[in-house]
Each structure stands twice: as structure tokens, then as C-alpha cells.
């Protein structure tokens, strides 16, 4: 398969989609991000990298966070993680607060705001300085020594993050969170503000693709049957309420980010990060999708 010949064509495909959609600005500090970015980045289990466009570019991870929190959350608490938090997709856009009340604060899933602030919430119970652990796992799994969070867009969300302060607030009234609110939340507002490029996310995504082992050294990230648990997670609750509308078109499991990031895994042969900031009503990049379905179409590989 020749990758590279295969994204090249993909980025001038995308062209007349870029600028489309709408930025973040819920987040201030995501709304100075020009919106006709758009990068793409391929990690075979061969071993091999392409990258198209400004896929050397950092961004903001923010939701694909979620995603290496669920699992260190599943190296640290195992199984009991599920009396906690539900597997199910949710309908609802990724901030919302409607399910919580008429479920008790037990979130839908790991992949839903709700979701992960009680996954961080697990992740600081146990460890003494979670923040850093999270950084670490995530330089670790990218292979990449360098990656840091964006102070700036850690404070940027932490000053005008109202529905997850809600969120958090509720979760506890429920009893679902341990810590105090305002850690919880400090925790996973600087998980979000991770800033990788499209070749550092789909690096450490690769693992996935890799039944849980790091290709670098065969290291076991998590268990086979864990890999499997998380892929499926992503395919049934990743991008949110317009999951059937990815899984329809793009066919592998993915998850989004608010800054116009998405990670997609094909078991056994590789991993794949697009970026692209302008973002369809649902939260997930436009030009993002639109790449990974032309992916999926052109080289006729999904797990479909
Ligand atoms: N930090 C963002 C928020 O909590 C993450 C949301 C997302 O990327 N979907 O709103």
C-alpha cells in the first residue's frame, strides 16, 4: 500500500473543505488557531511514519486526552472502573448534563466529559502527582520527550469552563467523585491542553493497532483483551452523538478532540492522526472526517 501517494492525494482532496465548520471558541485560547490547518499522519505496525501537510504541527489534544486517561484509568483500577462509569454511547453532545440527573451521576461513558472527569478522578486517587503521570505516560507512548501541556489553554478553559465546573459539581453531589471538584477538574483541564502533533498522536495511538504492546519495544501498555475493550469504546462512543454518522463513513474506531484532532486505529496495521481546527455541530474536525473517510475509501482497509 503506498501510504504516502495515498495521503498526498487525500490532502489536495480535502482543500475546498478547509475553512469550513467553526473553531472552538468556547475555549478562547483554541479560537486563535487558523482554521484552514489541517495535517495527516499515518504509523504503520511496520514500522513506518508518512505524514502529509502540518501534521509536525502541535495542537491541542484536548478530548483524545481521554483516551490515554481511560487507559492508565484501566492499568490502575481494572474492572471496578465499571461500577463507576457506563459503556454505553450516549446521544447527547459531549458536555451535556441531561443524562447525569435521571442516572445518578453514574456518565453514560469514558469518552463524554461526565465520563472523564470520573476517570480522572479515579487516576488522582491513586496516584500522588497525577498531572505529571499522565504527561510522562503520554511522552512514553509517543516515544517523544518533549510533549507538554499549554499552560495557556490549561487557564484559558479553567477560567471559563462553566459546564464542566457544573459537571463536576454534580458528579460529586451524586458521590461519584472522590477528590475535590476543583482537583478534578484542575487535572483534567491540563490533560485536554496536551500539545501533540498528528505524528506524536497517531505514534502513541499505535498500541491499539498493536494489541496493546508498544512497537518500540514490545512492552505491554495493556492487556490484548484491554486494547480491545478501548478500540470498541471508541468505535461505539468516541466522537460523541454523531458516532453512528463516523463509524457509517470512516469505518475504523476513532476518537475527536475540540481542537480539530482525530485518532483512528486500524487493528494490526496501523494508526492514523488528522488534524483539522473548523468543526462540524457535533465537535469533531470537518475536514478531519471528511480525510479519514476518502482514507478508508481509497485503500479499501476499515475493520468493516
Ligand atoms: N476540554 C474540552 C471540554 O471539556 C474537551 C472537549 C472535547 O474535546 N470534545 O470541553
Not at 231 to 251: P, W
Request: aromatic residues 10%.
Amino acid at each position: 500500500m503506498n501510504y504516502k501517494a495515498i495521503i498526498e492525494d487525500i490532502y489536495e482532496r480535502v482543500q475546498p473543505f478547509l475553512g469550513h465548520g467553526r473553531v472552538a471558541d468556547y475555549i478562547p485560547e483554541l479560537a486563535r488557531v487558523p482554521i484552514t490547518k489541517f495535517g495527516m499522519a499515518v504509523c504503520t505496525t511496520d514500522g513506518d511514519l508518512f505524514q502529509v501537510g502540518d501534521a509536525a504541527e502541535k495542537f491541542s489534544i484536548q478530548s483524545i486526552s481521554k483516551l490515554f486517561t481511560l487507559t492508565l484509568a484501566m492499568q490502575l483500577e481494572g474492572e471496578g472502573l465499571w461500577q463507576r462509569i457506563g459503556r454505553e454511547p450516549s446521544g447527547t453532545a459531549f458536555n451535556s448534563l441531561v443524562q447525569l440527573e435521571y442516572e445518578n451521576g453514574i456518565p453514560r461513558n469514558p469518552f463524554i466529559n461526565a465520563g472523564a472527569l470520573v476517570v480522572t478522578d479515579i487516576i488522582l486517587s491513586h496516584l500522588h502527582n497525577a498531572q505529571r503521570t499522565v504527561r510522562d505516560f503520554v511522552r512514553q507512548l509517543a516515544d517523544n520527550e518533549e510533549i507538554e501541556f499549554d499552560t495557556a489553554v490549561a487557564h484559558s478553559e479553567k477560567i471559563t469552563g462553566y459546564r464542566n465546573i457544573a459537571l463536576a459539581n454534580f458528579i460529586k453531589s451524586f458521590g461519584n467523585l472522590q477528590n475535590e471538584p476543583v482537583d478534578v477538574l484542575d487535572a483534567y483541564f491540563h490533560h485536554c491542553s496536551l500539545a501533540m502533533s498528528c505524528s506524536d498522536v497517531a505514534r502513541a495511538g499505535l498500541f491499539l493497532a498493536n494489541k496493546g504492546r508498544l512497537l518500540q519495544n514490545g512492552e505491554a501498555v495493556v492487556q490484548a483483551n484491554q486494547a480491545k475493550y478501548i478500540k470498541s469504546l471508541m468505535l461505539t462512543c468516541g466522537t460523541y452523538d454523531s458516532v453512528g454518522d463516523f463509524a457509517y463513513r470512516v469505518g475504523l474506531p476513532g476518537k475527536s478532540g475540540v481542537g480539530g484532532g482525530i485518532l483512528a486505529v486500524m487493528p494490526g496495521k496501523f494508526s492514523v492522526c488528522v488534524w483539522s481546527p473548523g468543526l462540524n455541530d457535533t465537535g469533531n474536525s470537518l475536514a478531519g472526517t471528511k480525510a479519514l473517510e476518502l482514507f478508508t475509501t481509497v485503500t479499501g482497509v476499515s475493520i468493516f
